[in-house]
């Protein structure tokens, strides 16, 4: 309705302006450069008119070429664009499928017609790593640490190539400056972690655990069992560098946070060797009771330095009243009366531990008491390698000796 109302007041005033100019038209004179044109003001308004309509048309008949072109420049850049997509994901499915020369060309072919689109970089990036080809791959990660978006990948990109060759001045470097960033970055602090724990640096990997990102990476449990860990494993460096106050201090920390075993026996260590062992009896006594183990004993046969064997025959008795079927409270008291030549109650304690019902380990270690109660008590040699032999079997499905932990995982695993 207004389209119409305007163009019909439009009609009104064209109308109006030729009907004017009839009644009077006029005279108009044109000058220039000395030449002169004598005219009707109503001639000279058409001709104006033409020549206003004439450049409008040539005007549209640019702007229609121009957009032209527009479209073709559009619809090639499409093109371009189209394959440069499809070569970036066949790219991305050649890593995946482990095909390291195929990834390259095609990431070749997807920045020629994508140019340096960060989607680009990454699969150079990853292409390059995919067969060791060093330089392509630093080269691309250093290219993708200059956008925000892309540097946290750059950064561990950077980092697991320095771990590769051994560099982890480098590779710790990268991770630090990954930790700057605001959001939580698991892969910098495990590495962190890892290189504190390989190193034995455990003053700062309790450091890195107690930021605000560790506690949000780990479980509350986790993190408890990290933290008595890393306790545990200062403590012992401590007690055999000779510090065994700060070790028993480390060990008392540990026990609060769960530390388990390991913590309690650390810490009978460490204050018999302030010689206050007496005093760690009673903690060594209420862990047997949740959990007796070989630990454990060995510490605590050592509490009370220049007693008897009997006398420590009196001791284990108690520390075992708690839990006086539980095997590894046979295998202790057969131990220490077998040191105080209590034949008869050594043999009763080792009773059917030999039997198939019990773990390889335990019937190892029964075997080999029973031979040495053999020996001790009659002088059986038949009996005694009966039992070695015994022993021996059984020992070779035992589980061998854990390695020193040096990464995360095996601490989690540990603890």
């Keep these: 309705m207004i389209r119409v109302v305007s163009f019909l007041i439009v009609v009104a005033v064209l109308v109006a302006g030729a009907v004017w100019l009839a009644n009077d038209p006029g005279t108009a004179v044109v000058t220039w450069h000395g030449w002169r044109m004598d005219t009707s003001a109503a001639l000279l308004s058409i001709v104006m008119g033409i020549l206003v309509a004439i450049v409008i048309s040539l005007l549209r008949i640019v702007a229609l070429i121009r957009g032209g072109f527009r479209a073709f420049a559009a619809r090639q850049q499409e093109r371009r664009t189209r394959r440069g997509l499809t070569a970036l994901g066949d790219g991305f499915a050649a890593v995946h499928a482990g095909y390291g020369a195929t990834a390259r060309r095609l990431a070749r072919e997807a920045g020629d017609l994508l140019?340096?689109?960060?989607?680009?970089?990454?699969?150079?990036?990853?292409?390059?790593?995919?067969?060791?080809?060093?330089?392509?791959?630093?080269?691309?990660?250093?290219?993708?640490?200059?956008?925000?978006?892309?540097?946290?990948?750059?950064?561990?990109?950077?980092?697991?190539?320095?771990?590769a060759k051994g560099d982890t001045d480098k590779a710790m470097a990268y991770a630090r400056r990954a930790l700057t960033r605001g959001d939580v970055v698991p892969w910098a602090l495990r590495l962190i972690?890892?290189?504190?724990?390989?190193?034995?640096?455990?003053?700062?990997?309790?450091?890195?655990?107690?930021?605000?990102?560790?506690?949000?990476?780990?479980?509350?449990?986790?993190?408890?069992?990290?933290?008595?860990?890393?306790?545990?494993?200062?403590?012992?460096?401590?007690?055999?560098?000779?510090?065994?106050?700060?070790?028993?201090?480390?060990?008392?920390?540990a026990m609060d946070e769960d530390g388990g075993v390991n913590a309690t026996a650390l810490y009978g260590k460490a204050m018999a060797a302030q010689g206050k062992g007496r005093k760690a009896a009673g903690d060594i006594e209420k862990a047997w009771a949740e959990a007796p183990d070989p630990m454990l004993l060995e510490v605590y046969r050592a509490l009370v330095p220049g007693e008897t064997a009997l006398e420590l025959v009196q001791r284990?008795?108690?520390?075992?009243?708690?839990?006086?079927?539980?095997?590894?409270?046979?295998?202790?008291?057969?131990?220490?009366?077998?040191?105080?030549?209590?034949?008869?109650?050594?043999?009763?304690?080792?009773?059917?531990?030999?039997?198939?019902?019990?773990?390889?380990?335990?019937?190892?270690?029964?075997?080999?008491?029973?031979?040495?109660?053999?020996?001790?008590?009659?002088?059986?040699?038949?009996?005694?390698?009966r039992w070695l032999r015994e022993a021996l079997t059984a020992g070779q499905t035992a589980a061998a000796s854990k390695a020193a932990p040096t990464t995360v995982a095996t601490l989690l695993a540990e603890a």
């Design 115 to 163: 140019k340096d689109n960060p989607a680009v970089l990454m699969l150079r990036k990853q292409a390059a790593a995919l067969d060791g080809h060093d330089d392509e791959l630093k080269a691309a990660a250093e290219t993708l640490l200059e956008r925000p978006e892309t540097e946290i990948a750059a950064l561990k990109t950077l980092a697991s190539d320095a771990m």
């Design 316 to 385: 284990v008795e108690h520390l075992v009243r708690t839990n006086p079927d539980h095997v590894e409270s046979r295998l202790a008291l057969a131990q220490v009366s077998l040191a105080a030549e209590l034949w008869g109650q050594a043999r009763n304690r080792l009773s059917n531990l030999t039997s198939e019902a019990h773990p390889a380990a335990i019937r190892a270690r029964a075997a080999r008491l029973m031979a040495e109660v053999e020996r001790a008590e009659r002088g059986d040699s038949a009996a005694v390698s």
């Design 193 to 253: 972690l890892d290189a504190d724990i390989s190193t034995r640096n455990w003053t700062n990997a309790l450091a890195i655990l107690d930021m605000k990102a560790s506690r949000d990476l780990f479980t509350t449990a986790e993190h408890q069992r990290l933290r008595a860990r890393l306790h545990i494993l200062q403590g012992r460096d401590l007690l055999a560098q000779g510090q065994s106050s700060s070790a028993a201090r480390m060990a008392r920390t």
